[in-house]
């Protein structure tokens, strides 16, 4: 190579790298930018407006579950749940149910649910459902079986509360109805695209 074609080389190369800087700096992410998950999440305003005018209830009672579910799970919900159901039990129960899934980004989806239970818990409900989800990505999550969390179950503000898991999906079921129960029991919920007559 002669003198002036490796000045020639050294010339383009130099540009070449001037020009990508830029390029390279644009195409990293910035450490300081807004977190994805915020546009991902809801917002606790979100979720207790939404809850508050689905299970006619107001804002300070949905507002105080919200919150004692937000310090178990210490994430925000990345979807909810707002369907209506029915159970009965004694010693064995039955519980099937009819919602909407919303997840931020993407259209509402229709799910149901049904699943037995067994435990030291008796009565009868129908009642509305707002179940907030956390850590559920996507819309086809959802469908699988959630064991119910042993002795999660509680109440707040006279709303109803339990927790079903499965793998890293947190769900967290709010019930306001007549004949509201809840109790020491264990049992799943199958969630599905179709209704199932068997719970099983």
């Not at 300081?32 to 939404?50: K, L, M, S």
């Not at 979807?79 to 009819?98: D, H, N």
């Not at 009642?127 to 999550?141: I, K, P, W």
């Amino acid at each position: 190579m002669s003198r002036f074609d490796r000045r020639k080389f050294v010339a383009s190369s130099l540009f070449a790298a001037a020009a990508a800087s830029p390029l390279r700096a644009l195409a990293q992410p910035d450490g300081d930018g807004p977190d994805p998950r915020h546009d991902r999440d809801y917002t606790a305003d979100e979720v207790v407006h939404a809850g508050s005018n689905f299970l006619g209830v107001t804002a300070e009672a949905i507002g105080a579950a919200i919150e004692r579910i937000a310090k178990d799970n210490g994430a925000s919900p990345t979807g909810y749940i707002a369907g209506t159901e029915v159970s009965g039990s004694f010693i064995g129960g039955l519980r099937y149910g009819k919602g909407v899934l919303y997840l931020k980004h993407r259209a509402p989806r229709e799910v149901y649910w049904q699943g037995p239970s067994i435990g030291f818990d008796w009565g009868g409900n129908a009642a509305r459902s707002f179940t907030l989800c956390y850590r559920l990505e996507q819309d086809e999550g959802i469908f699988q079986r959630y064991p119910g969390v042993e002795g999660s179950a509680y109440f707040v503000g006279g709303l109803g509360v339990n927790y079903q898991r499965a793998d890293d999906v947190t769900l967290a079921p709010i019930r306001a109805g007549v004949g509201l129960r809840l109790g020491a029991n264990v049992g799943y919920l199958a969630y599905s695209r179709e209704r199932h007559i068997l719970p099983f």
